[in-house]
């Protein structure tokens, strides 16, 4: 820290102060304030305890649900309800913002299927698909916001689950398919925040692979040497240090360069999708020249239009 005594200088020496000490002392200064904006606007994007969304299956329509990743379960918060029921991905752009993914139509809603946005609790259905997946999948946003991508199984004479993508999200919404992945159970899809690279969990390889967002090739990282179930999510958080899967209720780290698991506790819900909540643009514009510096260095501080 800068000490109030640095810039007591005897008004005799400020002549002989050369230009190049000027610069440096201002220099100095200027890195110790940018510092201390950049720690500030750091804890900013810790953000929210809650920091990690869920939809789970405990109702009609399914609940939204919080949850600290330090103390799942016990730190859970209702945040509200979606439609409706077999939401397969969803994703965060604000605290209190996502998109999500119904796969068919909900219980005695026909119609239900295709792109949704939840906004403070009021939904609005963005595009209807025309066919119905009643397996597992996923969702994500790219990384500049302006996509969303889907694992889904379209029923096709292809076997297998393909990705798709909603295009043009803020306006008239378009559905188009990427590829056939040749993979049968891909329960979990994630934008890697800082490599732009879809990653994607298979329970039927019990493996982790990358997916090309030209042709939905997938390529293999890593199997994880655990036999998990159906029905989940996968996420990064916002800065890239984590990517989480959830199956059913258990939450797993996933090591993104081998697909090892670590287990990381239970959010004691029946998990159909999972996000991360990423801060409120807002919070970071109060914070002015440090939030401003850490987003040249990131990626992705949020996600949204």
Do not use: H
Request: a negative charge.
């Amino acid at each position: 820290m800068l000490r109030v005594k640095e810039f007591a200088m005897p008004l005799a020496r400020i002549g002989r102060t050369s230009r190049p000490k000027r610069r440096k002392k201002m220099t100095r200064v200027f890195a110790t304030v940018t510092l201390v904006c950049l720690l500030a606007s750091g804890s900013a994007l810790a953000g929210i305890s809650q920091n990690w969304g869920v939809i789970s299956t405990a109702g009609d329509p399914d609940p939204v649900t919080a949850f600290d990743l330090n103390n799942p379960g016990a730190s859970n918060v209702g945040l509200g309800f979606v439609d409706g029921n077999f939401n397969r991905g969803m994703d965060f752009y604000g605290e209190s913002q996502f998109y999500y993914y119904v796969s068919t139509d909900s219980l005695n809603q026909p119609g239900d299927r295709g792109l949704w946005r939840w906004d403070n609790n009021v939904n609005a259905q963005l595009f209807n698909t025309p066919f119905s997946d009643s397996g597992d999948g996923d969702a994500t946003l790219s990384n500049d916001y302006s996509r969303f991508f889907i694992s889904t199984d379209d029923g096709d004479s292809t076997s297998g689950d393909s990705i798709y993508v909603f295009d043009n999200l803020g306006g008239a919404v378009t559905f188009a398919e990427i590829g056939e992945t040749g993979l049968s159970q891909l329960i979990g899809i994630a934008m890697d925040p800082l490599s732009g690279l879809l990653y994607a969990y298979d329970s039927g390889t019990e493996a982790l692979y990358t997916i090309s967002t030209t042709n939905a090739a997938p390529t293999l990282v890593g199997a994880s040497g655990v036999s998990l179930g159906a029905i989940g999510g996968m996420d990064f958080s916002a800065d890239g240090s984590t990517l989480l899967l959830s199956v059913a209720g258990d939450l797993y780290k996933v090591d993104k360069n081998n697909g090892q698991l670590t287990p990381s506790g239970d959010v004691g819900l029946n998990v159909s999708a999972l996000s991360y909540r990423v801060p409120e643009p807002g919070t970071l514009t109060l914070l002015g020249l440090g939030a401003l510096a850490l987003l040249r260095r990131r990626p992705m501080a949020w996600r949204g239009s």
